[in-house]
């Protein structure tokens, strides 16, 4: 096996291009979320598709995301090969994966009324038959998941990081695109709960294109890089297959725990109405800040956790988790405090308009609040994860898992009795401290010992100044609502403005006197690809 060869890219030009791509996308999202939340508000079409989209999300998001199993499988071990090698393997990847998972899409598409009444036992029957409508339209992304991750895995193997990251605007315009419709035949309808089947219907055929748009457009790509063709081939004992293949099924296993996580969440949610649109609403909010950094952090990251997984390599690999996580907690901590702070006026600016009105904004602040907590633990997991990938361990992750979905669920029982909806997200927020620190001490055994103490302290003043900074915003957005009011979207707009800039520049402070590396890197990397354009 050759040696592969180094990118030219340094990780802070990659973090560069991943960002620049990845919040034009996330900007797209929430435009196309806005949009979905003017038309239908928390009303039963949305209310649906909460349910429908549990398994083609889930397998859009775990196969065929960026960092997923699949992704990070092909990563992990074509980075380590030569390009030469890579058509074949990945040809033959293809075709295991996506016969595998175009069985799978018909399951899913049969099964579609027994998968809602699992899912959702508890709700209403118009809101059922829609999801049930909605399930079968979505039921071939099963497949084009698969074939998207691994593409995409091949291509960021290959050093091409751009189109992986604009990806999702793509779908996000087909499902633009399908509302401008819905809004062109049915005008001021839109609203009226009779028409609520066809709404759902179009939300979910616009999903589909969305995901079979992205698929088309990375082959092109794929196929001129010569990193393999729309040819069938079932080489298993190809070099490397197996190394795929040993990364991708239990890493794929241990992100499917987690899908069952958020299946027992709105196993436990069906009983309260608007809880999943609610739940759905303040995810988008959070996941827009969280997919940017994710992205920055772990697309450059995992190809050098890879290739740092020889023993010899170890203490520059020790240096380069450190990295993660201090990266993660000067991005997530200040950035969850501020969230909190200003979650109420957040939601209004986003969302409040037509059908979402104000009794949506205050269910859907209360649920961001939450999410807000555990910004840091889930970033900080996903990083921990991504280095046991690297080293070709997926079984640790896995085992983890296992055990966190009876955690779950015990938490979700007691949460929901004491904080509502939003005890939901308190459940996943506990899991992924558990996580985060079970991923800890294996890796601390694993690598024969982590710096414990040098890495702890300065994380624990970043929270104590995260937290310190929320207070000044909370501070200075109650300042501000006490002279100009609260009602208004300027308003509001401004008060978030100056409010956030508030708590940025006391976390900026404090975080200036911890005298770590990451902040400079971190400032830097904000310099060359924002302010300097």
Request: proline share 5%; aromatic share 8%.
């Amino acid at each position: 096996m050759s040696n592969p060869p180094k990118s030219s890219r340094s990780l802070v030009n990659i973090a560069g291009i991943v960002a620049i791509a990845t919040l034009i996308s996330k900007v797209f999202g929430l435009v196309r979320q806005q949009s979905i939340a003017a038309a239908f508000g928390v009303g039963p079409a949305v209310d649906a598709f909460s349910y429908a989209y549990v398994i083609p999300g889930f397998l859009l998001i775990l196969l065929g995301g960026i960092n997923g199993p699949f992704h990070s499988a092909m990563v992990s071990v074509l980075s380590k090969r030569d390009r030469n090698d890579a058509a074949i393997l990945v040809e033959t990847i293809t075709t295991i994966i996506g016969g595998a998972l175009l069985l799978v899409s018909v399951l899913v598409f049969l099964g579609a009324d027994v998968l809602i009444h699992l899912i959702g036992p508890g709700l209403e029957a118009d809101t059922r038959a829609i999801a049930v409508q909605q399930l079968r339209i979505m039921s071939p992304m099963a497949m084009l998941a698969g074939l998207i991750g691994i593409g995409f895995g091949t291509l960021n193997s290959a050093d091409h990081y751009w189109l992986p990251s604009i990806s999702p605007l793509l779908s996000s315009s087909t499902v633009l695109v399908g509302l401008g419709i819905l809004v062109l035949v049915l005008g001021d309808n839109i609203t009226d709960p009779r028409y609520a089947m066809i709404g759902g219907i179009v939300l979910a055929a616009s999903t589909l294109g969305g995901a079979v748009v992205q698929w088309l457009a990375q082959l092109p790509v794929q196929w001129k890089a010569g990193l393999g063709r729309l040819r069938l081939r079932f080489n298993i004992h190809e070099p490397g297959v197996m190394d795929v293949l040993k990364v991708m099924g239990p890493a794929t296993f241990a992100s499917g725990m987690m899908q069952i996580n958020v299946y027992t969440d709105l196993f436990f949610a069906s009983s309260m109405p608007q809880a999943a649109a609610a739940l759905n609403y303040a995810n988008l909010l959070v996941q827009t800040p969280l997919g940017i950094i994710s992205s920055v952090l772990l697309v450059p990251l995992l190809p050098v956790f890879s290739r740092l997984a020889d023993p010899r390599d170890w203490p520059e690999l020790k240096e380069r988790v450190r990295q993660g996580l201090f990266l993660t907690a000067l991005t997530m901590l200040p950035l969850g405090a501020l969230m909190m702070a200003l979650a109420f006026p957040i939601v209004r600016v986003v969302y409040e308009r037509f059908a979402f009105d104000a009794e949506a904004s205050r269910l859907v602040s209360s649920v961001l609040i939450a999410y807000g907590i555990g910004m840091f633990v889930y970033l900080g997991r996903d990083v921990l994860v991504r280095v046991f990938y690297g080293l070709g361990d997926a079984d640790t992750p896995f085992k983890i898992s296992v055990v966190n979905i009876f955690l779950n669920a015990l938490l979700d029982f007691i949460l929901i009795q004491l904080f509502g909806v939003p005890g939901l997200v308190l459940a996943t927020v506990g899991v992924n401290l558990i996580s985060m620190v079970a991923l800890l001490w294996f890796l601390d055994r694993r690598l024969q010992g982590l710096p414990w103490e040098t890495w702890a302290k300065p994380i624990v003043l970043m929270i104590g100044g995260s937290a310190i900074a929320g207070a000044a915003c909370w501070a200075t957005r109650l300042g501000i609502e006490s002279v100009l009011g609260t009602e208004g979207f300027f308003i509001q707009l401004v008060n978030i403005t100056l409010a956030g800039a508030v708590g940025l520049g006391v976390f900026g402070a404090i975080a200036a006197q911890l005298r770590v590396p990451e902040v400079a890197l971190l400032v830097n990397l904000i310099k060359q690809r924002f302010v300097r354009r």
